[in-house]
């Protein structure tokens, strides 16, 4: 009997959160720069290895965005300023800061490798303190660490600071942020250049990684779940999805010199309708999961064998006809979670044995199994051994050599006959749901923000200018990306919770400002209802109470001295384009109530404190604040001490409306008030 030939489509699949600020131009996190440092160059790079081999790589052009940015040093990010600004002129907030930020890497792999980084990462964990040379070899080691596994092993410049390990200078930064440099401007030529060879096609994805089936109609969730609760009324923007991939197409044009044939759909999400608008759009071919396959042919009564899930499927709409893959779940998921723990050889032994067990079980009823592979092609490394090199290398050449596995681009995996799917089941590679982009309340609460923006921008556009126009659209479908909506709820959390609401709402009202409208208050307030990690600030100083009875304060006298909390976090990554109307906003305990210091000398705006939490767990209490301070008396908040409250300061204009807020995020500080100090006069 004899058996078919294989396959292989490997689909390494490329993207990060869209992390620019549209006022500032600042990227509010690192990492599209550091995984372009160590990762998107050297993916590319690799390649050139190994000419035999064939791959798709997927780059959603929000991310290529972002790398060209950072490239041509239109944009930054606090930890690059604050590791490149002088050691010794770091302030002590700054110092403190870059302290608790210069780890962020896999210990195993990227930092207990590296003596000096480690001892630094023990002194912190210590609570031991960071002197000048301690904070500039954490300058170097936490960017050293992050650069291509290549370039460690060969360019004399990072050999030289490998070497020297510790006692870096201030030459030794700036000989490193040169590598950074000519790494970030190499990225897209290098995938230029291996898609021009012919070694890989350059798939994209929808411009702002949205989710197409949501966009195109968010009742889609309800495939999944019929009892789902939903938008009412749905978010309803077809032509959204239209524009997401449209912008795609012409950005990929203008960066690669070719037009995509394919498109990774963000997070594999599907529908018949997004099936239609990416006909529309003029692709020949997507991917997602292989249980989509599998919930698709139920929809039809039908099973789904091997031999179904190992060959591309045709989806006709009344756009046209969009051929499509189904990844191997388990196969991509080896390369993504499991191989890193093993030796490379044999991890790349149990795959290509896998591939050939595939192979075998169709033997006699096919001539050829088509076997698609995709997975995220930058964050599974950092846990591999030599970064993945070793383990990809092997991989590779195993590939090229092999008579009876043939690596092909998606093009060719998805042309030739193929199978009809009458009908498309809605749905993502997670779970084949969207349950974690709209089945949580502040997933719907966010989606319900964005349609009646949408809806204004829609009622507004015959009056808009061209330029008014487009600064709201952009606005629109930045916020429309999946991100934001990854991050709300309770089913995926992270450090920078805040960060992406408070990125997402920032769209929205750059949007209502371009079209001239007020944003709505809620805008100017977190989304986000389940804890956020961090999410306490220390309790706030007793401020001594020579019976102040709600009476002035004096900041030298009460809270400078006596350290009260900033409700300011002096690590936000986010900055302002505008001068800030409120320097910063102290909080401190006097007998009598809640004592708060408003740096400010505007006279022409309204202060407002608001406070949930206290006596009163479930509402929120307000009061008027004036520029300096004074003390809020405990009735007037439903506080006492003892008891766990959240702060936050509202300034709005003479119309009433919300021009800034304390802290900038828009997301409460929680504070746990002291239980009866002592008071002295």
Same mark, same amino acid.
């Given at each position: 009997?004899?058996?078919?030939?294989?396959?292989?489509?490997? *689909?390494?699949?490329?993207?990060?959160?869209?992390?620019?600020?549209?006022?500032?131009?600042? /990227?509010?996190?690192?990492?599209?720069?550091?995984?372009? %440092?160590?990762?998107?160059?050297?993916?590319?790079?690799?390649?050139?290895?190994?000419?035999?081999?064939?791959?798709?790589?997927?780059?959603?052009?929000?991310?290529?965005?972002?790398?060209?940015?950072?490239?041509? =040093?239109?944009?930054?990010?606090?930890?690059?300023? %604050?590791?490149?600004?002088?050691?010794?002129?770091?302030? /002590?907030?700054?110092?403190? @800061?870059?302290?608790?930020?210069?780890?962020?890497?896999?210990?195993?792999?990227?930092? =207990?490798?590296?003596?000096?980084?480690?001892?630094?990462?023990?002194?912190?964990?210590?609570?031991?303190?960071?002197?000048?040379?301690?904070?500039?070899?954490?300058?170097? @080691?936490?960017?050293?660490?992050?650069?291509?596994?290549?370039?460690?092993?060969?360019?004399?410049?990072?050999?030289? #600071?490998? !070497?020297?390990?510790?006692?870096?200078?201030?030459?030794?930064?700036?000989?490193?942020?040169? &590598?950074?440099?000519? &790494?970030?401007?190499?990225?897209?030529?290098?995938?230029?250049?291996?898609?021009?060879?012919?070694?890989?096609?350059?798939?994209?994805?929808?411009?702002?990684?949205?989710?197409?089936? #949501?966009?195109?109609?968010?009742?889609?969730?309800?495939?999944?779940?019929?009892?789902?609760?939903?938008?009412?009324?749905?978010?309803?923007?077809?032509?959204?999805?239209?524009?997401?991939?449209?912008?795609?197409?012409?950005?990929?044009?203008?960066?690669?010199?070719?037009?995509?044939?394919?498109?990774?759909?963000?997070?594999?999400?599907?529908?018949? *309708?997004?099936?239609?608008?990416?006909?529309?759009?003029?692709?020949?071919?997507?991917?997602? !999961?292989?249980?989509?396959? $599998?919930?698709?042919?139920?929809?039809?009564?039908?099973?789904?064998?091997?031999?179904?899930?190992?060959?591309?499927?045709?989806?006709?709409?009344?756009?046209?006809?969009?051929?499509?893959?189904?990844?191997?779940?388990?196969?991509?998921?080896?390369?993504?979670?499991?191989?890193?723990?093993?030796?490379?050889?044999?991890?790349?032994?149990?795959?290509?044995?896998?591939?050939?067990?595939?192979?075998?079980?169709?033997?006699?009823?096919?001539?050829?199994?088509? $076997?698609?592979?995709?997975?995220?092609?930058?964050?599974?490394?950092?846990?591999?051994?030599?970064?993945?090199?070793?383990?990809?290398?092997?991989?590779?050449?195993?590939?090229?050599?092999?008579?009876?596995?043939?690596?092909?681009?998606?093009?060719?995996?998805?042309?030739?006959?193929?199978?009809?799917?009458?009908?498309?089941?809605?749905?993502?590679?997670?779970?084949?749901?969207?349950?974690?982009?709209?089945?949580?309340?502040?997933?719907?609460?966010?989606?319900?923000?964005?349609? =009646?923006?949408?809806?204004?921008?829609?009622?507004?556009?015959?009056?808009?200018?061209?330029?008014?126009?487009?600064?709201? #659209?952009?606005?629109?479908?930045?916020?429309?990306?999946?991100?934001?909506? @990854?991050?709300?709820? +309770?089913?995926?959390?992270?450090?920078?919770?805040?960060?992406? +609401?408070?990125?997402?709402?920032?769209?929205?009202?750059?949007?209502?400002?371009?079209?001239?409208? =007020?944003?709505?208050?809620? *805008?100017?307030?977190?989304?986000?209802?389940?804890?956020?990690?961090?999410? !306490? $600030?220390?309790?706030?100083?007793?401020?001594?109470?020579?019976?102040?009875?709600?009476?002035?304060?004096?900041?030298?006298?009460?809270?400078?001295?006596?350290?009260?909390?900033?409700?300011?976090?002096?690590?936000?990554?986010?900055?302002?384009?505008?001068?800030?109307?409120?320097? /910063?906003?102290? &909080?401190?305990?006097?007998?009598?109530?809640?004592?708060?210091?408003?740096?400010?000398?505007?006279?022409?705006?309204?202060?407002?404190?608001?406070?949930?939490?206290?006596?009163?767990?479930?509402?929120?209490?307000?009061?008027? #604040?004036?520029?300096?301070?004074?003390?809020?008396?405990?009735?007037?908040?439903?506080?006492?001490?003892?008891?766990?409250?959240?702060?936050?300061?509202?300034?709005?204009?003479?119309?009433?409306?919300? &021009?800034?807020? $304390?802290?900038? +995020?828009?997301?409460?500080?929680?504070?746990?008030?002291?239980?009866?100090?002592?008071?002295?006069?």
């Amino acid at each position: 009997m004899t058996q078919p030939h294989v396959r292989l489509a490997l *689909l390494w699949h490329m993207h990060q959160p869209y992390y620019l600020d549209p006022e500032t131009g600042e /990227s509010v996190l690192p990492w599209v720069r550091l995984h372009a %440092l160590k990762d998107y160059w050297g993916m590319a790079a690799l390649f050139a290895e190994c000419p035999g081999m064939r791959a798709t790589v997927n780059l959603v052009p929000s991310l290529v965005e972002q790398v060209e940015a950072y490239a041509h =040093e239109r944009t930054w990010d606090r930890h690059l300023v %604050l590791g490149m600004k002088e050691a010794g002129a770091l302030d /002590s907030a700054e110092a403190a @800061w870059f302290v608790q930020e210069g780890f962020h890497a896999h210990a195993p792999t990227m930092i =207990e490798p590296y003596p000096r980084y480690a001892a630094l990462w023990r002194m912190r964990a210590g609570g031991q303190p960071f002197d000048t040379a301690a904070l500039r070899d954490l300058q170097v @080691w936490q960017k050293l660490a992050w650069v291509d596994p290549e370039l460690l092993l060969t360019d004399a410049r990072i050999r030289r #600071l490998l !070497d020297k390990g510790h006692g870096f200078d201030e030459h030794d930064k700036q000989a490193l942020r040169a &590598v950074e440099l000519e &790494v970030l401007l190499a990225v897209v030529p290098a995938y230029r250049a291996a898609a021009e060879r012919g070694q890989i096609e350059l798939s994209t994805s929808p411009y702002f990684h949205p989710i197409l089936p #949501l966009l195109c109609d968010s009742s889609a969730h309800r495939e999944a779940y019929p009892g789902a609760t939903i938008l009412e009324p749905p978010f309803r923007w077809p032509e959204d999805a239209d524009l997401q991939l449209a912008r795609a197409v012409e950005a990929h044009q203008t960066w690669f010199g070719s037009r995509p044939s394919g498109v990774w759909p963000s997070e594999g999400s599907v529908s018949q *309708l997004a099936a239609a608008a990416i006909a529309r759009a003029g692709f020949s071919w997507m991917a997602s !999961d292989e249980h989509i396959l $599998v919930r698709s042919r139920a929809l039809s009564g039908l099973a789904t064998g091997a031999a179904e899930r190992f060959q591309p499927h045709a989806v006709r709409s009344a756009d046209g006809e969009v051929r499509m893959l189904f990844r191997d779940h388990g196969l991509s998921d080896l390369i993504g979670f499991t191989y890193q723990s093993w030796p490379a050889v044999a991890a790349v032994d149990d795959f290509v044995g896998r591939l050939r067990g595939i192979a075998a079980h169709l033997a006699g009823r096919a001539q050829t199994v088509t $076997v698609p592979v995709i997975l995220d092609g930058e964050n599974a490394w950092e846990h591999y051994p030599g970064g993945g090199r070793p383990f990809l290398r092997a991989l590779y050449q195993r590939l090229a050599e092999a008579p009876d596995i043939d690596p092909v681009p998606m093009r060719t995996a998805a042309a030739g006959s193929a199978e009809p799917l009458e009908r498309l089941f809605a749905g993502s590679w997670i779970n084949a749901d969207f349950d974690i982009w709209m089945g949580h309340r502040d997933d719907r609460r966010a989606w319900t923000q964005l349609r =009646e923006l949408r809806e204004r921008f829609a009622t507004l556009t015959p009056g808009l200018s061209a330029e008014r126009r487009r600064v709201a #659209l952009d606005a629109i479908l930045a916020a429309e990306g999946s991100d934001w909506f @990854w991050w709300y709820g +309770d089913d995926h959390s992270s450090a920078h919770d805040r960060e992406f +609401d408070a990125l997402f709402r920032q769209h929205l009202r750059r949007a209502y400002r371009a079209l001239g409208e =007020e944003a709505p208050d809620d *805008l100017h307030r977190t989304n986000i209802s389940t804890e956020v990690p961090g999410d !306490d $600030v220390a309790a706030p100083g007793v401020v001594p109470d020579p019976s102040l009875g709600g009476g002035g304060l004096t900041p030298g006298r009460y809270f400078s001295r006596l350290g009260a909390v900033s409700l300011e976090r002096p690590a936000g990554s986010m900055q302002r384009a505008t001068a800030k109307v409120v320097g /910063s906003c102290d &909080v401190g305990v006097a007998m009598a109530g809640l004592a708060v210091w408003v740096d400010t000398s505007s006279t022409d705006h309204r202060y407002v404190l608001e406070v949930t939490g206290g006596d009163d767990l479930q509402g929120l209490r307000t009061a008027e #604040l004036r520029p300096g301070g004074h003390v809020v008396p405990w009735s007037a908040i439903g506080a006492r001490l003892g008891t766990r409250i959240g702060v936050r300061v509202i300034v709005r204009d003479h119309a009433g409306r919300i &021009v800034e807020t $304390v802290p900038a +995020d828009g997301v409460e500080r929680r504070m746990l008030l002291p239980d009866g100090p002592a008071w002295t006069a």
